[in-house]
């Protein structure tokens, strides 16, 4: 597959529902990630978006997060 094909969660749009792939980032990175419950097979909800654009707000196992853009670039979801 090539690179330009994976979504992650910063290309998801308001409103959309997404199951997590994947997580990019190493260290402890992707350990903050998981630790605020984003693992493969996680289902997640974009809430909305900052009005520049960063950080965008989340809905994940029951409750919501906000994550920076460079934080959900790792973050491939399907």
Known sequence: MAEE?????KDVKI???VIVKAL????????RIMDMGITKGTEVF????APLGD????????YELSLRKADAEM????
């Open 5 to 9: 094909n994976i979504k992650t969660l």
């Open 15 to 17: 409103g959309e529902s």
């Open 75 to 78: 973050v491939q979801v399907v």
């Open 55 to 62: 950080p965008i707000e989340v809905t994940v196992r029951g």
């Open 24 to 31: 990019k980032g190493t260290g402890p990175i992707k350990r």
């Open 46 to 49: 974009v809430r909305k978006v």
